[in-house]
């Protein structure tokens, strides 16, 4: 018994460090299941069970294994003369590694900082390449709620569908359903209901909602994102007072004016809509 304790808390915790690099680099739920990211064909909440169970068998194994060892537990917390101390040195430098990490983590400060910044670049990355999705859990929504939702004609948004040779069954599918009948993400169907031809191109219409994670764009990669004409942007936010750099967020581009995001995108879109109806 205490071979394979031992035995399988080292099998366990492999697939606990496997599971938290993966889960390191997955790109934020959202975004995941719009894009239906999957690494090695499994998605991120199979990923996410993995995770939670092998570290619930991990604890369980390393429980056994102090019960089996506990003798030479309670000697590491002896001194020289054999009397047991619980603060010895080699526990104090244990404890103190620990509570350094985990107050590091709390109070953000480096390099713990560092990590979870490196964690967020990385999602980012990921979110600019997949594509955000038009608001939480667009997917479990039906086609119908969906189409009213961003203000999509549905008569026109099945003819998409059907143009790109997706198959539905009927407007109260959700998303999520449709794409896992034909086999490709949500985003796709998405595409395909404003774009009949079916192709995967950036969108031209922006949404009356921003999508989540707008405000981490740069003004640049917004507007190559919608297709918006720079000068005709540049010149209608200088009109409405709002200065900006080249390469800042929204976000940062809203602080530095003392308005939110939100305000600045609803100029870009009020700029985008007049120009797409002259």
């Not at 092998?54 to 060892?69: M, R, S, Y």
């Not at 919608?226 to 540049?234: F, Q, S, T």
Request: contains cysteine.
């Amino acid at each position: 018994m205490k071979k394979i304790a031992s035995l399988t808390a080292f099998l366990s915790l492999f697939f606990v460090l496997l599971t938290s690099a993966v889960l390191f680099i997955v790109p934020h739920g959202r975004v995941a299941y719009w894009a239906d990211w999957k690494l090695w064909s499994l998605s991120k909440d199979q990923w996410t069970a993995i995770h939670i169970n092998a570290g619930i068998l991990f604890t369980v194994a390393a429980v056994v294994h102090t019960c089996f060892n506990w003798k030479n537990m309670v000697l590491y917390m002896k001194d020289k003369h054999r009397h047991l101390r619980i603060f010895t040195m080699n526990f104090n430098i244990a404890l103190v590694l620990t509570l350094l990490f985990v107050t590091g983590a709390q109070f953000g400060m480096p390099p713990f900082s560092t990590i979870i910044a490196v964690n967020e670049h990385i999602k980012d990355g990921a979110a600019r390449k997949y594509g955000e999705p038009p608001y939480g859990h667009a997917e479990l929504s039906s086609l119908k709620v969906f189409a009213r939702h961003m203000d999509i004609d549905l008569d026109r948004a099945l003819q998409g569908l059907k143009a790109a040779g997706y198959s539905v069954e009927s407007d109260a599918q959700s998303l999520k359903k449709i794409a896992l009948a034909n086999h490709v993400p949500p985003q796709e169907i998405y595409l395909a209901m404003i774009k009949p031809a079916g192709s995967i191109e950036k969108i031209e219409k922006m949404p009356i909602k921003p999508v989540k994670g707008l405000g981490k764009l740069t003004l640049e990669e917004l507007l190559g994102r919608y297709r918006l004409d720079a000068g005709a942007v540049a010149a209608a936010l200088k009109e409405k007072n709002i200065r900006w750099q080249s390469g800042m967020t929204l976000k940062q581009i809203a602080e530095s004016n003392g308005v939110s995001p939100i305000d600045v995108y609803d100029n870009i879109r009020e700029i985008a809509d007049r120009n797409a109806g002259s």
